[in-house]
């Protein structure tokens, strides 16, 4: 009896052994995993990776260090003390991009709770190691564990660093990756807790541990929510934020120092060539209007359009009419979005209204010297009725004398029917018009249209400092070739949608 | 009876049963929907029948009384204002003046009980294009057309039918049609466009609307003597395609099924409507949240101190040199008699016959149809696969005739919360069968009738539906049944016998807001003329 239950001791030994060998795997590539989500989300969200990577990689190092030198002060219950840590290493590395993403455009640094939470796991992380070979110390030789250890501890971190870029981040995205780790994170602790039975009291842990899991599960299901996993596919570049408003989806992509802005995953930016299509939306206007004084600015809530207007010393307020409040308020906020627009949205000149456009217009009573109309494409019939002769009749209403509308108005050389009938349209309300078109890389050549009640000035001065626009491109975007020339097209009404008939067409026959 | 039409009918009783079964399966332990059961007043319609009323107490007196505020009273009161009588009163039943045209209004949306629509009226309906003119609603001429409000044109896309599993533009199907079908289609729409654009001798058009424009050459005038089933047979078109279309028109504009319309009705369906706009296409409409509750609410608005609501008028008879008319002020509870120079019965047929001495209006078969309509509340849009939400959304293979969204018109760019309003007519039935059934049926049935049908035609609206509201029409508009036209007994019905005068779209057979606003304003003219008042005539 006493052999059998000495055999059954030591094989009850030896599996422990065994499952703690395997728990270094598992803790060494969650280690390496909550490394990497760092790193890239810093890369993503503050750009450029070197820098960010570098800074990461070292906080994270210098952690570890810290947590190691620290296990010295565990004394006794190590294998209490292992449990505890890989519940808590869990429950913060498996959240910490699902916290990132939602911090996000809520903090004005971003990077303190980034290296906090770089701070904590690295240190938790740091203590694993130390304890697992202290615990193990007395199973195995010297030699032994230090290899053994070791070993699964650098295989953990390469199946890690080749399961990230390759499998992970592509399928899964970066929030449910950091759940999945956490899973495994807190799988570990539960099994050893289940081994070790009633050898230790461990109650409390194991019920932290699976709240923990249930918690992680319950975050990795609602992650589909949270960031679509298929938008990681759907998106060329990887996405760094995403959020559904009630009017809209927001997305923010980033890729090398390329900042993309999808609305309904309809791109409205790259901030690689945005100033051209910024510049052209608005200093052919604003260079022509006299006196800018009070400018309207209907959609392009990301205020880059603004931007550019607030470089006329002249303009004394600019009115912004945006939609949707989560879309002015993360061009105001975020850390990664006001270098780009310049902060030109929480510039004292300027008042944001979170209207709709239509209803907005309906009812106001002011009027202003220039008018920037920059609404997305018209894909549906709910956006075609800001392209109405209808809504153009109450914009003119809002003109002062001598004043001026710019509207965006799709590609004229993809959608040339399209383009032709926002002028023709913006004519049947009385006004003058005069198209234009300029080439953006990531739009396409793209087309606007000038309008004025009377006939369209001469440009006067430019402001100083432009990238793409000058007198001489100026006067060459109104020049169309014969594959953009204008052409008879119906007024696009509110009871004849023709303007997303006609966009629909030649889009469809653009993507085939 | 045709095959096709068999076929169409089985199908719909197969429907029904269908959804009965999943209106049984879904009733377990599930949670009431909110809604209301309304309707035109029955206790105080039926209470006429009943007789039985208090003795006037109070004498009012007024040179002219309507009876009856829905289009038609309006209408004539609204003449009446126009030539700048002041000495008038409007009695109206009902605690709200409109008729058919009546609305309701809830935290989401204004939304039709009723009428929802106003076609571009044609160039003969030269009162109605006045009234719109008045209202504002007609803001100019360009180019001899009329210019509306933008605004109030139905907006892009108007029409939308769930035919073979998906949306499609226009209520025709044109997607897997067999050769007959498309021949049949083709045919019966180009012997429409005959009729629509033809003349008579003396310029009349073949379909007029007010009806009473419209030529009388005999051939025309004989389709009254068929069912449109039977003129459809005579000319061999029995594509179901076609008959489903068919059938889907007349119950729509007369809640009555093809084989019991008189053909002049239904040709006149398809061949009535030649309005143009200058800035709307063919075959446009005017609409708003409300339907036709906007018009009426504009004008009940400027008519309010001319309006005693509540009041059972029991009965009205000539006396002495002008006319009385008894009625229970239901607010007060007490009888009170108005005494008039002239009355103008702005009633239904039905109700009218009740309250003159016997023997003044014959019966002349004036049948009505009864009607459902659901106002139902939903968090978001409907969608479904193809032709984006419409505003008027039928399903090919429903028993209903679909949903009209009250929120189309609104200029919002991302659309939410919205009332759909959902037409049933009762037409399967005999009419008076089918009120007994509207009587007997609980708010929970037609809820779930109505719920059923719509998540068969959009099934994204599951966990979407907030409430639904039913409204009982017991005789929602007169059943333009074959002879009732030509025959004589309808022109009888609307002959004037001074002091008395009668006005209501069933003297025109057709259930229309032209036809009633036509019927009114000619009763008051008549009315003012037998006083030497002088107006300036609205109709020509």
């Known amino acids: 009896m006493a052999d059998d239950a000495q055999t059954s001791a030591d094989l009850k030994e030896k599996r422990l052994g065994l499952a703690l060998l395997a728990s270094a795997f598992v803790v060494a590539t969650c280690g390496l995993i909550y490394e990497l989500l760092a790193g890239t989300l810093a890369s993503y969200l503050l750009g450029d990776s070197v820098t960010q990577f570098s800074i990461v990689i070292g906080t994270y190092l210098f952690a570890m260090g810290v947590g190691s030198w620290c296990s010295r002060y565990v004394t006794t219950a190590e294998i209490a003390v292992f449990v505890r840590v890989e519940v808590l290493i869990a429950a913060i590395g498996g959240g910490s991009a699902a916290v990132l993403f939602l911090l996000f455009d809520r903090v004005s640094d971003f990077r303190l709770p980034l290296y906090g939470l770089v701070l904590m796991i690295g240190a938790l992380v740091g203590l694993e190691i130390p304890l697992l070979m202290r615990i193990l110390k007395d199973r195995l030789e010297f030699g032994d564990l230090v290899s053994k250890v070791l070993t699964f501890d650098y295989v953990g971190a390469l199946a890690a660093s080749l399961l990230f870029p390759l499998l992970l981040v592509p399928h899964l995205g970066m929030i449910r990756t950091g759940f999945l780790f956490g899973l495994a994170n807190v799988g570990v602790a539960i099994a050893l807790i289940v081994m070790l039975g009633r050898d230790l009291r461990l109650r409390v842990e194991l019920w932290v541990g699976i709240g923990v899991a249930v918690a992680l599960a319950a975050g990795f299901v609602a992650a589909e929510r949270l960031q679509r996993a298929a938008e990681v596919g759907v998106y060329g570049e990887p996405v760094i934020y995403a959020a559904s408003t009630p009017y809209q989806r927001i997305v923010l992509t980033k890729q090398g120092d390329d900042l993309r802005l999808y609305l309904n995953g309809n791109l409205q930016f790259s901030s690689r060539d945005e100033y051209r299509y910024h510049e052209a939306l608005v200093h052919p206007l604003m260079s022509r209007v006299a006196h800018p004084r009070d400018v309207l600015v209907l959609g392009g809530g990301d205020g880059l359009a603004v931007r550019e207007i607030l470089k006329y010393p002249e303009v004394r307020s600019v009115t912004l009419v945006d939609l949707d409040p989560a879309m002015t308020a993360l061009f105001s906020r975020s850390a990664l979005l006001t270098p780009l627009n310049h902060g030109s949205l929480l510039s004292p000149k300027v008042r944001v209204l979170n209207a709709d456009a239509f209803l907005w217009l309906r009812a106001n009573r002011r009027q202003f010297d220039a008018v920037l109309v920059d609404f997305p494409d018209p894909t549906n019939f709910a956006i075609g009725k800001l392209y109405t002769v209808s809504f153009y009749r109450e914009l003119v209403r809002a003109l002062a004398p001598g004043a001026m509308i710019s509207v965006q108005s799709t590609s004229p050389l993809v959608a040339p029917r399209a383009y032709w009938t926002v002028a023709t349209t913006l004519e049947a309300a009385g006004l003058t018009t005069r198209g234009y078109h300029v080439y953006v890389p990531s739009f396409g050549e793209w087309g606007f249209v000038l309008a004025t009640n009377g006939a369209v000035p001469r440009p006067g001065p430019l402001p100083h400092g432009l990238r793409f626009l000058t007198p001489q491109t100026d006067a060459l975007a109104f020049a169309f070739p014969p594959d953009m020339a204008r052409r008879p097209v119906p007024v696009n009404r509110l009871d004849n949608q023709a303007l997303v008939r006609e966009f629909e067409a030649e889009w469809a026959v653009y993507e085939g | ?540």
């Open chain 2, 1 to 540: 009876m045709t095959v096709s039409r068999r076929t169409v009918l089985a199908g719909s009783v197969a429907g029904a049963a269908a959804l009965g079964v999943g209106a049984l399966a879904l009733d377990a332990g599930e949670a009431a929907i909110p809604g209301t059961l309304g309707g035109a007043d029955f206790a105080r319609g039926h209470r006429l029948r009943g007789g039985n009323f208090p003795a006037p107490t109070e004498t009012q007196r007024t040179d002219i009384a309507i009876v009856g505020g829905g289009v038609a009273g309006l209408s004539a009161a609204w003449a009446l204002a126009n030539a700048g009588v002041t000495d008038f009163r409007l009695l109206e039943l009902e605690d709200h003046s409109g008729g058919n045209a009546r609305s309701g209004r809830n935290a989401v949306s204004a939304y039709p009980l009723g009428a929802h629509y106003l076609p571009i009226p044609n160039p003969e309906a030269k009162g109605i294009l006045r009234l719109l003119e008045q209202l504002g609603i007609l803001t100019g001429w360009q180019g001899g057309k009329p210019v509306f409000d933008p605004y109030a044109i139905v907006a892009d896309p108007d029409e939308r039918l769930l035919y073979l599993g998906k949306w499609r533009d226009g209520l025709v199907p044109d997607v897997g049609l067999t050769p007959q079908d498309r021949h049949d289609v083709t045919a019966f729409f180009a012997a429409m466009e005959v009729f629509r654009t033809r003349r008579d001798s003396a310029g009349r058009p073949a379909f007029a609307i007010p009806m009473a424009l419209s030529a009388r050459d005999p051939d025309l005038l004989a389709l009254d003597k068929l069912s449109f089933t039977q003129w459809l047979d005579a000319r061999g078109w029995h594509s179901p395609v076609l008959r489903g279309h068919v059938r889907y028109a007349c119950r729509d504009d007369y809640g009555t099924e093809p084989d019991q319309v008189s053909a002049w009705a239904g040709v006149h369906y398809f061949a009535g409507r030649r309005g143009t706009a200058a800035n709307a296409d063919r075959d446009a409409v005017l609409t708003w949240p409300e339907g036709n509750g906007y018009l009426v609410g504009r004008m009940g608005a400027r008519l309010k101190a001319h309006l005693d609501c509540g009041r059972i008028v029991h009965r009205v008879a000539p006396a002495n040199s002008g006319v009385v008319i008894d009625s229970l002020d239901v607010a007060r509870g007490i009888g009170v008699r108005l005494e008039a120079k002239a009355a103008i019965l702005a009633m239904p047929h039905f109700v009218a016959r009740h309250v003159v001495p016997e023997g003044t209006l014959e019966d002349g078969h004036f049948d009505y149809a009864p009607w459902i309509v659901a106002n139902v509340t939903v968090d978001r849009p409907p969608a479904g696969e193809g032709t984006a939400l419409a505003w008027d959304n039928v399903a090919w293979n429903s028993h209903s005739l679909g949903y009209v969204v009250a929120t189309h018109q609104s200029l919002a760019s991302v659309p939410g919360a919205s009332v759909l309003t959902w037409y049933l007519p009762l037409s399967d039935m005999p009419p008076a069968e089918a009120r007994r059934l509207m009587l007997d049926r609980s708010l929970e049935e037609w809820q779930h009738m109505v719920r059923d049908d719509l998540l068969g035609m959009n099934p994204d609206l599951a966990g979407a539906i907030r409430r639904i509201d039913v409204w009982r029409w017991g005789h929602a508009m007169i059943r333009p049944g074959p002879n009732f036209f030509w025959s004589g007994a309808r022109e009888r019905a609307g002959a004037p016998q001074p002091p008395l005068y009668f006005a209501h779209s069933d003297l025109s057979g057709l259930s229309l807001f032209e036809e009633a606003h036509y019927r009114g304003t000619v009763a008051a003219q008549a009315a003012m003329a037998q006083f030497g008042i002088s107006y300036a005539d609205a109709l020509t």
